[in-house]
């Protein structure tokens, strides 16, 4: 499997974007394009070719799963790995994020110094 390097983060918190930004960044080294909405993903996403997508499930206009689908109708992002971050983790709303073709979800708030270890683990995982 090839190494994880780039994501997508898609956010409408510009607080949280940052904070991620930073982890993801100098943390984990990652390349990461920030969008603060779904229709700014959608956009976004082709031309920046992301090995993940890291994308917020409620947002205004279009919510992460809503999102999820408009990425989907882009050839080259139809099998990209997304995780969804969401303060609504009960056992049946993960359930359904994951049916909606998610490969995990994380919790949020996060932790900045532990999520790039998050998502890499995710990544070699799947």
Same mark, same amino acid.
């Given at each position: 499997m *090839?190494?994880? =390097?780039?994501?997508? $983060?898609?956010?409408?918190? &510009?607080?949280?974007? #940052?904070?991620?930004?930073? %982890?993801? #960044?100098?943390? !984990?080294?990652? #390349?990461?394009?920030?969008? !603060? %909405? !779904? *229709?700014?993903?959608?956009? =976004?996403? !082709?031309?920046? &070719? *992301?090995?993940?997508?890291?994308?917020?499930? $409620?947002? *205004?206009?279009m919510d992460g799963p809503t999102t999820l689908n408009g990425l989907r109708q882009i050839p080259s992002l139809a099998q990209t790995p997304v995780v969804f971050m969401t303060a609504k983790v009960q056992p049946q709303e993960i359930a359904q994020l994951v049916a909606c073709g998610a490969m995990d979800v994380l919790a949020k708030p996060f932790d900045p110094m532990t999520l790039p270890d998050a998502l890499q683990r995710i990544w070699m995982a799947h």
């Amino acid at each position: 499997m *090839p190494a994880l =390097k780039r994501i997508l $983060m898609v956010d409408d918190d &510009a607080d949280i974007r #940052t904070i991620a930004h930073l %982890s993801l #960044t100098a943390v !984990g080294g990652f #390349t990461v394009e920030l969008c !603060g %909405s !779904g *229709p700014e993903a959608i956009q =976004k996403a !082709g031309a920046f &070719a *992301p090995d993940l997508i890291l994308l917020d499930v $409620m947002m *205004p206009v279009m919510d992460g799963p809503t999102t999820l689908n408009g990425l989907r109708q882009i050839p080259s992002l139809a099998q990209t790995p997304v995780v969804f971050m969401t303060a609504k983790v009960q056992p049946q709303e993960i359930a359904q994020l994951v049916a909606c073709g998610a490969m995990d979800v994380l919790a949020k708030p996060f932790d900045p110094m532990t999520l790039p270890d998050a998502l890499q683990r995710i990544w070699m995982a799947h």
